[in-house]
């Protein structure tokens, strides 16, 4: 039973639109909400986080949505650039679990 | 620049071999985890150390044996692999153990193909 889903295996958008990426999760004991950026051959690196408590967190281009009620996560990267073209995976987790992966989502952004 | 580091980067090994891959962080951080991660999966959790002291296994077959030397250290030995062991092995590390809200930092991983 998948716990954090990602439904869009891959997306394509223009460089200089807006990427947004969406993650479902079934467990509303989550409370804490990662997404991971990962390119071929190294490691995920970790972008922006929230928790259960908040809406809505900012970091530069990226913003990610919490919308609690309807069990979903969303990231958006404004103004995509080329460079953002990677895989991205949501994670979630509760107290005292490890994280919960999603399958990932293959971002391309076309020049 | 990721701020733990895995050695080495690629191992190719047979099944009678015994090797062992290493994880190294100086971020002061009290938790190391092992996942292992196949080609277009999520990465899979296999072991966590807490304040140096296994606290989870994840039911992973014993011819993996996690070690933590020390708080920055973090070993995983390696014998008599199976082909379907052949994957990408990541170490993470977090400042606090698991459920504080803290994210994971992940090392760029060890490429292992078993032979």
């Known amino acids: 039973d998948q716990q954090v889903k990602q439904n869009s295996p891959s997306l394509s958008v223009q460089e200089g639109r807006i990427s947004i990426l969406n993650c479902d999760y079934t467990n509303s004991m989550f409370d804490y909400f990662l997404w991971y950026k990962k390119y071929p051959a190294e490691g995920p690196t970790f972008l922006i986080s929230?928790?259960?408590?908040?809406d809505k967190n900012e970091d530069g281009r990226f913003t990610v949505f919490l919308n609690k009620s309807a069990k979903h996560l969303s990231l958006h990267i404004v103004p995509s650039q080329p460079g953002d073209s990677a895989v991205y995976f949501c994670a979630a987790s509760q107290p005292g679990q490890n994280f919960v992966f999603g399958p990932g989502t293959r971002l391309s952004v076309l020049p | 620049d990721t701020e733990v580091t895995q050695t080495p980067k690629h191992l190719v090994m047979g099944m009678t071999n015994k090797k062992s891959l290493k994880c190294e962080q100086h971020m002061g951080h009290r938790a190391m985890y092992w996942y292992k991660q196949k080609a277009k999966k999520p990465p899979e959790l296999m072991f966590v150390?807490?304040?140096?002291?296994?606290?989870i296994n994840e039911s992973v077959p014993s011819r993996f044996s996690p070690e933590c030397p020390n708080s920055s250290l973090l070993n995983l030995h390696l014998h008599a692999l199976q082909p379907e062991d052949s994957a990408l092995y990541l170490c993470a590390s977090s400042q606090d153990p698991l459920g504080n809200n803290q994210p994971q930092h992940f090392g760029d991983g060890t490429r292992l193909s078993i032979l």
């Open positions: 150390y807490s304040y140096e002291k296994l606290s």
């Open positions: 929230i928790s259960s408590i908040k």
